[in-house]
């Protein structure tokens, strides 16, 4: 007989002997039925648990609760035959077994009345019905118990029922709105646990957090919720929850394709779970590591670690990781040039995937089918293999491996309709989902088969902006161009809204007719290969018919497709015609003519040479290729310069020298362009390593850049506002009438600061005088060149900061920021009160809609370098400007805190020049400034009384580009 069956039979009959039976009797047929091997042998297995989340709690139910009226002595046998009963429940650690014995206990304990002990059973069947994957009745179970918990004031009954109720929504989550529900679930576990000092639960709903933010593609409060939960379950010895969290924080990192954190996260997950005996999860985590070693390129140790996880998965008949093995298996042996063997093994997998009925992996395991093909040379079979997984969805995957495969075929048109079809299914955002899998492997599995194949969604839309240059076709390419930049923002902020239109859709490609033919051709061969497919499996009668049909239909498409291909070069002035430019092209030209004398620019840096492309008057865009330059060279050249500048005694020639290369790549290729149309201001949209230089630091060999051009930076011209460039005045002038000004309370610039040396961070002793020249506050003070509001050190909050923005225009910062590689959390400005201030909850926080300068004085960035492509710096502009602010202005390095203010000083005089028939533009005030410092020589005489400078600086010239280049500006220049 089965042991879970003779333990609800043990059950049944005690319960019916209950009023009768003696005490001492049931008591030794319940220990017979749990002492013999019987609960041993039901500790066979545990299925894996689920760190998801989904919906809030539904309408409470209220359980069923039938008074009693028995004597004392009987209420007493009852609670213990209860309990008796609850404990063998407890024990077991089969799911579906749990369920059966909770489920019959259940009913008695309604009847008897026993509520805390109904309560217990429903927290158990939430448990269980979850770790079965019957959500739908851990969701019913959960809001029982919850209501019941409510009702006898059980906070902690009410954390786990909630927690519960956040995984078995996340489950069932398919829309958005239905993670925000899981969400509030766990969030409301969590917040009881604080409450109640529950570390247990606490630590398991923060990790299902951490779970529920990473399916909601949120990675970076994924991250903060997985680490958090890792401590608390580290202090306090709770291996699930730090198992859960150790591999939610994998799963981010897989998809970020930072292998070597995966390697040791899921190392870390491997271990506990191999104590707890959890082998589905160990299983999956060991599948995760050797991707992760397949995508550092180390194949053997990928190998190696997919075949255990192989093992263990066949050892526990889950098909689902087996297929996941395969996968990993397959393109290891691809890598070592043994296709056979790959071949051999993703036929498996698509056999198990077709067996479960699993179509979304049947289509994983088409498109790495189609890349070992390609990697073979096989190209019709990639083809073929890729166009059936996108029969099945209609993935990014298969479309950007479609567009690579036929432009290595030469089929540049058709690749030009695919690779437009790829980038409007990534503009959807709607994040590729492998059902059934744990929930840390659920998108971040997909995601890294992506990277591993070279289809890494950036990398997709510089392939394909490349090849329209090539093409000579400027304005798709510029549309491209646009979307890539909102792309690596979406990546950076987490936000996948951005590059949205004004009607809050998705940004979209315009497929011209002749592009939309090519899809309709290869519709009919579609469908073909599905009857062919089908006719295959059973071996049907037909089939060798069927075959030869196929070679001519193929051979039919391709005919047409050439047919096609001649009739888009042919018709590319009728088709470009259908590429509406409102979205991109207009914003670019407003952007353009908003100020005579302007070129945006454009560098797009690839793996082995830069196009630069630029937008002049008149809505024309050309390019030019700059070979003999790789990425590799760029970033090493910008790291070089990087560090001459910011040295003040670093050698002059050198640095000239440096600039001088920096400028014949990204530059000099414009020189006649700019000669023939009178240029004089410059705007650049950068790329990659280039961020991190200040372009009007370049040299020509005989003049920096900002001597004979105004600079400043868009992030795009899509994400730079522009509609107030025509309604309002560029700048805010400086009153004519001060005492007027501060009468009327016409507060311009909101000024706050920090001088003292506070949280590890060195005093900043210029600080107050910078202020001081920038801001008036009444008619006693004689300095300062607009009228506003100063907060200094411990005056400077968060809150002072945001309650006073009202009614100003400028905002200005002078405190320690760093713009930190990575997380956009971890760039941050410090407050007066020691403080930090998160970059993203600027925009939480500050409602900058008014403001039309925002300046960050005393801010660090990154050198530069290998792998670094300077995100964090337009990240910290989009935040800004996305809260509202028209312009940025920020310090790429920490400069000499003297110079800083002469420059703040002479750049508000030169803004205060403007007048509303002829304003000074930021651009140009900041250029003036910073060629006066050039010029400039620091003497005993020209310093305050009360200076202290070392006396070795105080007979300096400012003319190394240390002191005036560091100040760029993002957004508008005007």
């Known amino acids: 007989m089965h042991q879970s069956v003779k333990l609800l039979s043990y059950g049944a009959a005690t319960l019916l002997c209950a009023v009768s039976s003696p005490l001492p009797l049931l008591a030794t047929t319940l220990n017979r039925a749990a002492s013999e091997d019987s609960i041993q042998l039901l500790k066979h297995s545990q299925l894996p648990e689920i760190a998801q989340n989904v919906e809030p709690a539904p309408d409470i139910s209220q359980p069923l609760s039938v008074p009693y009226t028995t004597n004392a002595t009987t209420h007493t046998e009852r609670i213990h035959i209860l309990q008796e009963l609850l404990n063998i429940s407890t024990s077991l650690e089969d799911s579906q077994q749990t369920i059966e014995l909770s489920n019959a206990i259940l009913p008695i304990a309604q009847e008897w009345g026993e509520r805390d002990t109904e309560l217990k059973l429903l927290l158990r069947l939430g448990e269980a019905y979850n770790s079965t994957g019957n959500y739908q009745q851990a969701m019913k179970s959960a809001n029982a118990s919850l209501g019941l918990a409510q009702a006898l004031q059980d906070s902690q009954a009410q954390a786990v029922a909630f927690l519960t109720l956040a995984r078995a929504s996340q489950s069932l989550a398919s829309p958005p709105s239905d993670y925000r529900k899981a969400t509030m679930a766990g969030i409301s576990s969590l917040t009881t646990t604080w409450q109640i000092k529950d570390y247990d639960t606490q630590a398991n709903a923060l990790a299902v957090l951490g779970g529920v933010y990473h399916s909601r593609q949120d990675n970076q409060s994924a991250v903060l919720f997985a680490q958090q939960g890792l401590k608390v379950a580290q202090e306090n010895n709770i291996p699930t929850a730090a198992a859960a969290s150790l591999l939610t924080l994998a799963g981010v990192y897989l998809q970020e394709g930072r292998y070597q954190n995966v390697i040791e996260s899921t190392q870390e997950g491997r271990d506990i779970l191999q104590k707890l005996q959890k082998k589905e999860e160990e299983s999956a985590a060991t599948v995760m590591q050797a991707l992760a070693y397949l995508g550092q390129g180390n194949v053997q140790q990928s190998l190696n670690l997919a075949e255990q996880g192989l093992a263990s998965a066949r050892d526990i008949k889950s098909a689902r990781i087996e297929a996941l093995a395969l996968i990993v298996s397959s393109l290891g042996y691809s890598r070592n040039g043994d296709y056979k063997k790959a071949l051999e093994l993703i036929h498996q997998n698509l056999a198990i995937a077709q067996d479960i009925n699993h179509k979304d992996l049947e289509a994983l395991g088409l498109e790495v089918r189609g890349e070992i093909y390609r990697e073979a040379g096989q190209t019709q079979q990639a083809i073929d293999s890729y166009q059936e997984a996108l029969s099945i969805t209609n993935s990014f995957i298969a479309l950007a491996g479609l567009s690579r495969l036929y432009q290595e075929s030469n089929l540049l048109a058709t690749a030009i309709a695919y690779y437009k079809r790829a980038i409007n299914k990534n503009e959807e955002q709607n994040p590729r989902i492998i059902a059934g899998l744990p929930v840390w492997l659920q998108s971040s599995f997909p995601q890294a088969i992506q990277n591993v194949h070279g289809l890494g969604t950036t990398n997709i839309y510089r392939s394909f902006t490349e090849l329209l240059l090539t093409q000579t076709r400027p304005l798709e390419a510029q549309q491209v161009l646009e979307l890539l930049k909102g792309q690596e923002l979406r990546e950076y902020t987490g936000n996948p809204r951005i590059n949205n239109t004004q009607q809050s859709q998705p940004a979209s490609l315009t497929l011209t007719p002749t592009e939309q033919q090519i899809f309709k051709e290869y519709g009919s061969l579609i469908s073909f290969g599905n009857r062919l497919a089908d006719c295959q499996k059973t071996r049907c009668s037909e089939l060798a018919q069927l075959l030869q049909q196929r070679e001519a239909l193929t051979k039919q498409y391709y005919q047409t497709l050439e047919q096609l291909e001649t009739a888009i070069r042919n018709k590319r002035d009728l088709d470009e015609a259908f590429v509406d430019p409102n979205q991109f092209a207009q914003k670019a030209r407003k952007l353009v ?371 005036w280049a560091p100040f760029i500006l993002m957004g508008s220049g005007l």
């Not at 926080?845 to 300046?855: A, F």
Request: proline share 5%; glycine share 6%.
């Open 593 to 963: 003519e908003s100020q005579p004398g302007t070129l945006l620019i454009y560098p797009l840096v690839l793996d082995d040479k830069i196009w630069l492309m630029w937008a002049s008057k008149g809505g024309i865009f050309t390019s030019v290729e700059v070979t003999g330059v790789t990425q590799a060279r760029l970033e090493e050249t910008v790291a070089k310069f990087r560090e001459l500048l910011q040295n003040r005694l670093s050698n002059m020639d050198e640095l000239h020298a440096t600039g001088k290369q920096l400028y014949d790549w990204l530059l000099k290729p414009l020189e006649s362009e700019l000669k023939a149309n009178d240029i004089h201001n410059l705007v650049f949209a950068l790329d990659r390593s280039t961020r991190y230089i200040p372009m009007g630091a370049l040299f020509d060999g005989k003049k920096y850049v900002i001597q004979n051009y105004s600079v400043s930076t868009v992030l795009s011209a899509q994400l730079t506002e522009t509609s107030y460039l025509t309604n309002n005045p560029r700048v805010v002038s400086r009153s004519s009438d001060i005492k007027a000004a501060l009468d009327d309370k016409e507060d311009q610039v909101l000024a706050l600061g920090l001088s003292n040396a506070v949280s590890g961070f060195p005093p900043l002793p210029y600080v107050p005088e910078e202020l001081k020249a920038i801001v008036r506050q009444d008619t006693r003070e004689t300095s300062g060149i607009y009228p506003g509001q100063e907060f200094l050190n411990q005056d400077f909050t968060l809150f002072t900061l945001r309650d006073n923005l009202p009614d100003h225009h400028f905002l200005h910062i002078a405190t320690h920021s760093k713009f930190v590689p990575g997380r956009a959390n971890q760039s941050f400005l410090l407050l007066g009160t020691g403080e930090r201030l998160a970059i993203p909850d600027i925009e939480t926080w500050l409602n900058l809609r008014n403001i039309n300068l925002v300046v960050l004085s005393a801010c660090e960035t990154a050198l530069g370098g290998k792998g670094l492509d300077g995100r964090e710096i337009a990240g910290v502009g989009y935040y800004f400007l996305k809260s509202g602010a028209k312009t940025v202005m920020a310090s790429l390095w920490k400069v000499d805190d003297y110079s800083t203010r002469l420059l703040m000083e002479k750049f508000y005089d030169n803004l205060a020049q403007g007048t509303s028939t002829s304003p000074v533009s930021k651009a140009e005030a900041l250029r003036q400034a910073q060629l006066a410092l050039l010029q400039t020589k620091i003497t005993p005489e020209s310093y305050p009384k009360n200076d202290h400078l070392p006396l070795t600086e105080q007979n300096i010239a400012l003319s190394h580009p240390y002191y």
